[in-house]
């Protein structure tokens, strides 16, 4: 390994902590839409609060749903990005440090949360026996749903995948095929 592809101690911190707050960010908003996605099917508009507005009849969350594909996209992008290009182990700490981070979110999510669990009931502010009586606060109440969402254990997959495959498989084609000698 040349000294060019060793990562500075800096770099890897600041890898490893971009993907903790990257983490941390995906799974709330895959909290939020995906409770704005249930409340829809089950007949229930919210606010851009979270507060129920009206009792509308059941639909389809189709654009809740593309919204969460997105959001899902743009969060693997930068992981799959990082494999893609790492020449060494040490360049998917944050592959790793995400995935270790994503699944100590869901553990605490099911750790923490009554079943049977309903975003709806959850987001009406009442006191819950887990929590020592006090109502979870929004953004708690989004983490949690975007942890114990069904899209949560596909992402843990596809980081895992990410993090156990060999990194810079284009990298080495590429150094490959320019090592070899020129054809006559």
């Known amino acids: 390994m040349r000294t060019a592809d060793?990562?500075?101690?800096?770099?890897v911190l600041l890898g490893a902590a971009a993907a903790v707050t990257g983490v941390a960010v995906y799974v709330t908003a895959i909290g939020y839409l995906d409770l704005r996605a249930s409340s829809?099917?089950?007949?229930?508009?919210?606010?851009?609060?979270?507060?129920?507005?009206?009792?509308v009849p059941p639909r389809a969350p189709v654009w809740e749903g593309l919204a969460i594909a997105a959001v899902t996209t743009l969060a693997f992008w930068p992981f799959w990005w990082r494999h893609?290009?790492?020449s060494s182990r040490w360049h998917q700490l944050p592959v790793w440090t995400a995935l270790v981070t994503l699944l100590a979110l869901t553990a605490w999510a099911a750790a923490t949360t009554e079943f049977p669990y309903s975003p709806i009931a959850a987001l009406s502010g009442g006191p819950s026996a887990v929590t020592g009586g006090v109502a979870d606060p929004l953004a708690v109440a989004w983490l949690r749903q975007g942890a114990l969402s069904p899209v949560t254990p596909v992402f843990v997959g596809v980081l895992a995948v990410l993090s156990l495959a060999r990194p810079g498989a284009r990298r080495a084609t590429e150094v490959a095929i320019e090592d070899e000698p020129a054809s006559r």
């Open 6 to 11: 060793r990562p500075t101690a800096l770099g």
């Open 40 to 55: 829809i099917g089950t007949g229930v508009l919210l606010g851009w609060d979270s507060a129920v507005v009206a009792i």
């Open 84 to 86: 893609r290009t790492a």
